[in-house]
């Protein structure tokens, strides 16, 4: 089947895509969820079992503790309470630990460890799953079943003090919030003083149930000087004397009313040895985790060790100690010492309870889950439960009680123990098979992509793609009834769920067919390349590619950079790769300019002569298979191999400039943003630029920005588009300055800020407006064939109202990263590869290395934080779903976009001018 | 006479070699607590008067390029002052282009500049011993095919390998393992020097290895 490079090109990407969603659904499984998400109110909870005898206790236990405080310190690791840190700066807390009424543990958090997951983590018990990042775009408030939900609609009241990220979580659920933002990292008074300010009127007041205070100073205090820092030591001090004043309080209210109360004492996430988390060292995952009540009680000589558990486990125990339903999703089991000092009855209740949640769990996320040893166990200890119950009732002698009792404790234990184990296995269990299929999918076509890269960029831009000839083949047939028979086999046997399982047998069958087929195809490659080959060496004629310094710094640092990504931290500063390989391949420009300047005379001859020999050698021996892989190369060979001395005096000094230039701009650039891990808390011109105080030099280098935007863009457009652009730039600063970011000249002070909305439609119509045109031009241009300019002057049109559209979305202090964008596209184009006549793979490969570096210098991380969701908002009343996504999207990778967009524009306007000076030429020849 | 060449080349690199190893032990017998992490920037100085010392030293007594004629003291003197400007010049470029590369404008500012310092040692006091204070000469002897001596070539080959260390260098620092050398710049600085090391002993070999294939044009 003959097809053209594009389409060939396209159809890879489309299989290429399924193969990486196919990856992507393995590797990033479903989270465990139970099915009843609304109706948990509804569900009766589980009644006592019970063997024959009636049971009369189906109603939920009431609640252990009247009030709850949870003290939840950022960052608080495990050592800085039960280490060193802890005896010297905690010594209340330490008590506390040691000898009071508490029970201390050393929770363990799972990834990633940052604050807001860990929140969810703490009150729904749940692992959050990596894709409810992607399906929470837009609400980020918690919808699954959780501590807060529950206890709000048992008429509980809740008053939360802290950090605001709560307040987003939990809209609705709070009588008495302050949430204060975590946004200044330098910030580690101000933000605890926030908190601890309402806390003498609250302790004295008696109208709420649960008191929950989030404490930042100390994470913040890791961010900016490291957990050894001395300010730790004042920070810890600080919580110490909170701790006391809080567990005073509830004492003495104790007294009056004669039921105990609980206090906790929390952290998220831990430090790690520099100071931030995230990532998943020891320091990270382990918190400190101490439940403090007078109901502990505690004999003098009793030793109790900071037993390791998981931090999901706190909502289960949340909910039982305040007699609310577990929550439906919740991986935790009970910390069971809290329970200790409660009757029998009561304990084998509360783990029943658990158990039947957790059980309940696992039958609506493992299909075959009477075979989990949990469930046994569970069964086990159940009927186990309903004899004691009998005896219970029946009231038996007490010492056969008391044993059967402790042994139904004991299963329950290790039932629980097992059942939360494997729940949380499935999380972290990848779809092997779903993922496999995916990675041969996309291995096979990248194969198919690479063996015919030769043939698909040869001047014909066709190439024969071996589909339809191994469709009647052995080879296909053989490998589709192996795979079918694989797949059968994989499927039937699997014990978890699998999701390319879960497809048609249809659909897999088309998979299957697709992956033989183009393993065929791929075959069928190799064998004529090889048989190519075997033509080539016997032809001694076959010149030696000849690869320039250029190319060789090109292919080792794209390559170097994909194998940097297998460190974390090349992925987490991605950026500085990307810097550091633009700015030696501006070396590299500079180098090869320098001498093709200085030292023409001495190079020329030999270069002139190889080249031509080598071209006059391929040229009849290689018909089909041309060496010289792209379009621009026979231009290249045809004329002198450099054009600066055609150069007049100043535009050559302009080339021996350019590099500097834009080494300038790159530089200024990464001083923008700073992103990144280990240096993202640096002061960057960015938030110089958006503090309030440096109003008028942002608007100033705004509007300065915008006017060089029209100046760089409106070179080649039409004059329509010409007036479009500059009226939607002059819109881009109407709708800053009405949303408050930019000033006008004459306004004093922004008193009156809107959403902007109709600026901002105002600039979508014009953006819509020039795409329009230019896809107008580009169609023009395939009905009417053979007038590239049109085309050109279409896809500039293209590129230019993406330009708009990314100047409306960025903020106002990232203009400057697309002025710099454009102006290092234009002196690019004009003085570096026009003259140097690079060929189109050289080009393709440094736009995407230009691209990717701005994708980092508009501020973006490979953290998903770093992602500006405001930028969906922009021009819309409401939120939307899809123009949001969309404009996010682009937002976010305008950086990428631009430069491939002006990729397209440049080498089609390149194509038209070697199509002008052909005809030229011809006409030439003809007089 | 080619053979005796390639071994006076070898000796003067060892000889190189040497010195850098004197810089690292000998200052340890004069100046308490020295060494190489801690109190890099004294290292760098030292380093960088011992490798343009010897430099010097070889320059004088093997004359590579033997075409210097008879020149009188005062062109010899605007000679030695041009390359001292050069030299000079040759640092503030590196630091420029470190800066370029993402080195801190303000703070550490010291740092970067004597790891200019030690590069430029590196690179242009051998360009300038060799090839003297002649742009054109030295733009020929880094680009294809514009040796014209095997001293020349060794030249090419130690320059290009200290540069490529210094760029390799610069890969550990956003590495997060915490280690002393990985604050900026010494992981650069002692790439460099790898880099000089490697090339000094590299040259010799490999123009050894290919001394059958290498013609030079003769001037």
Not at chain 1, 600 to 608: A, G
Not at chain 1, 817 to 840: C, E, G, N, Y
């Amino acid at each position: 089947m003959r097809l053209r490079s594009g389409t060939f090109a396209a159809c890879c990407v489309v299989i290429e895509v399924l193969g990486v969603a196919l990856f992507l659904r393995g590797f990033f499984p479903t989270p465990v969820r139970s099915s009843s998400r609304t109706e948990h109110q509804a569900e009766p909870p589980a009644p006592e079992p019970s063997a024959g005898a009636s049971s009369n206790w189906t109603k939920l236990p009431p609640p252990l503790f009247r009030k709850v405080v949870i003290m939840l310190i950022d960052g608080l690791r495990d050592d800085f309470v039960f280490g060193s840190k802890g005896v010297k700066f905690m010594p209340y807390t330490t008590y506390l630990v040691e000898k009071g009424a508490s029970h201390s543990f050393v929770a363990e958090a799972k990834l990633p460890t940052v604050t807001m997951p860990r929140i969810k983590a703490l009150m729904t018990g749940s692992l959050p799953g990596f894709i409810d990042v992607v399906r929470n775009l837009n609400s980020p408030a918690v919808l699954e079943d959780n501590v807060i939900t529950q206890a709000e609609a048992a008429g509980k009241r809740i008053i939360f003090y802290g950090d605001e990220t709560w307040v987003k979580l939990f809209p609705r659920h709070f009588v008495e919030y302050d949430g204060t933002t975590s946004f200044f990292v330098s910030d580690y008074t101000e933000v605890d003083d926030n908190v601890t300010r309402h806390l003498d009127k609250v302790l004295k007041r008696g109208d709420w149930d649960v008191l929950i205070l989030h404490y930042l100073g100390l994470d913040h205090i890791g961010h900016v000087s490291g957990p050894s820092s001395p300010l730790i030591g004042h920070k810890l001090r600080e919580m110490d004397s909170i701790l006391m004043k809080i567990h005073t309080s509830l004492l003495s209210e104790e007294r009056e009313t004669l039921v105990p109360n609980l206090l906790v004492l929390c952290g998220d996430h831990g430090m790690s040895e520099t100071g931030g988390h995230g990532a998943s060292s020891v320091e990270e995952l382990n918190t400190a985790l101490i439940l403090i009540s007078s109901a502990f009680e505690r004999k003098p000589g009793d030793i109790r060790r900071p037993k390791h558990v998981q931090q999901t486990d706190l909502a289960a125990t949340l909910a039982i100690g305040l007699g609310l339903p577990i929550p439906g999703n919740s991986v935790g089991s009970l910390l069971f010492p809290t329970v200790e000092g409660r009757p029998v009855r009561e304990q084998l209740r509360f783990l029943h309870l658990n158990a039947v949640q957790l059980s309940k769990l696992l039958q609506e996320n493992v299909p075959s889950y009477t075979k989990e040893p949990g469930f046994e166990q569970f069964k086990m200890s159940e009927r186990l439960h309903g004899n004691w119950i009998r005896l219970y009732l029946e009231e038996n002698n007490s010492e056969v009680l008391f044993n059967l009792g402790a042994k139904v404790r004991r299963q329950y234990l290790d039932a629980l123990r097992t059942l939360s184990l494997s729940l949380s296995r499935q999380v972290a269990q990848y779809d092997i098979y779903s993922m496999l299929v995916g990675t041969v999918m996309v291995l096979e076509v990248l194969a198919l992509l690479l063996l015919s890269i030769p043939q698909a960029l040869s001047s014909k831009a066709e190439l024969e793609v071996p589909l339809w000839s191994p469709a009647f083949s052995l080879l296909f047939y053989l490998m589709f009834l192996v795979l079918s028979a694989l797949h059968v086999i994989v499927c039937t046997s699997a014990e978890s769920s699998c999701y390319f399982c879960g497809l048609s047998w249809l659909t897999a069958g088309g998979v299957m067919a697709l992956i033989s087929a183009l393993l065929c195809a791929v075959v069928s490659a190799l064998a004529k390349m090889f048989a190519a080959g075997k033509f080539l060496s016997k032809n001694p004629a076959h010149p030696k590619a000849r690869w320039s310094e250029l190319d060789v710094l090109i292919l080792l640092g794209t390559m170097g950079h994909v194998l940097s990504l297998g460190a974390s931290s090349f992925i987490e500063e991605e950026h500085q790769t990307w810097y550091f390989l633009i700015n030696t391949l501006c070396l590299a420009l500079c180098h090869e300019i320098y001498r093709n300047c200085f030292l023409r005379d001495d190079c020329e001859p030999q270069q002139c002569s190889h080249v031509e020999e080598g071209f006059v050698s391929t040229a009849p021996a290689l018909q089909d298979r041309s060496i010289h892989c792209n379009m621009l190369e026979p231009h290249r060979v045809s004329k002198d191999p450099t054009s600066l001395d055609t150069l007049r005096g100043c535009e050559k000094w302009m080339v021996l400039a350019s590099p500097w230039v834009i080494l300038t701009c790159c530089r200024l650039l990464r001083s923008l943003n700073q992103t990144g891990v280990q240096w993202a808390h640096r002061p960057d011109l960015g938030h110089w630029l958006t503090s309030s105080d440096h109003k008028a030099a942002l608007s100033l280098l705004a509007a300065l920005s915008l006017i060089v935007i029209f100046a760089l863009v409106q070179r080649r457009c039409s004059l329509t588009s010409k007036i479009a652009m500059a009226l939607g730039l002059l819109g881009v600063y109407c709708y800053r300055a009405a949303i408050g970011n930019v000033l006008f000249p004459w306004q004093q002070d922004s008193k009156d800020i809107s959403k902007g909305v109709i600026e901002a439609r105002f600039v979508h119509v014009f953006v819509l407006g020039i795409l329009f045109t230019g896809t107008k031009d580009l169609l023009k241009s395939q009905v009417i064939a053979a007038d590239f300019t049109i085309k050109t002057v279409g896809l500039w049109e293209i590129y230019s109202g993406l330009v708009l559209l990314a100047a409306l979305l960025f903020r106002p202090h990232n203009l400057p990263v697309l002025v710099f964008s454009l102006f290092i596209q234009t002196v690019m184009t004009q003085f570096i590869w026009k003259p140097l006549r690079h060929d189109a793979a050289e080009i393709t490969i440094m736009h995407y290395w230009f691209g990717q570096a701005f994708f980092y210098f508009q501020g973006n991380s490979n953290n998903i934080a770093t992602v500006d969701v405001s930028a969906g908002f922009v021009g819309l009343d409401t939120y939307m779903e899809v123009p949001a996504m969309f404009l996010t999207a682009f937002a976010t990778f305008a950086g990428p976009v631009l430069w491939a967009s002006h990729l397209v524009s440049f080498l089609s306007s390149e194509t038209s001018r070697w199509h002008q000076h052909n005809k030229e030429e011809t006409l030439a020849c003809c007089l | 006479m080619k053979d005796t060449d390639i071994k006076r080349l070898l000796y003067a690199h060892l000889l190189c070699i040497f010195s850098i190893i004197l810089s690292i032990f000998i200052p340890s017998f004069f100046l308490e607590n020295f060494s190489i992490l801690e109190t890099h920037l004294t290292w760098l100085c030292i380093c960088s008067v011992f490798v343009t010392a010897v430099n010097l030293v070889l320059y004088l007594v093997v004359k590579p390029n033997a075409s210097s004629k008879r020149s009188s003291l005062s062109y010899k003197v605007t000679r030695f002052l041009k390359c001292c400007i050069y030299f000079l010049m040759s640092c503030f470029f590196f630091h420029v282009i470190f800066v370029l590369y993402g080195a801190p404008l303000i703070e550490l500012v010291l740092e970067t500049f004597l790891f200019a310092v030690i590069l430029s040692t590196f690179t242009t006091v051998p360009c300038l011993c060799l090839l003297g204070p002649n742009i054109k000469a030295w733009l020929r002897v880094f680009s294809r095919n514009g040796v014209t001596s095997i001293w020349e070539n060794s030249l090419q080959i130690t320059t290009i390998s200290s540069f490529i260390g210094t760029w390799l260098g610069a890969f550990p620092i956003p590495l997060d393992w915490e280690r002393p050398w990985q604050v900026w710049p010494i992981s650069c600085t002692l790439g460099a020097t790898f880099g000089y090391v490697a090339g000094l002993v590299i040259s010799p070999l490999w123009i050894y290895w290919n001394r059958k294939q290498l013609t030079y044009k003769n001037k």
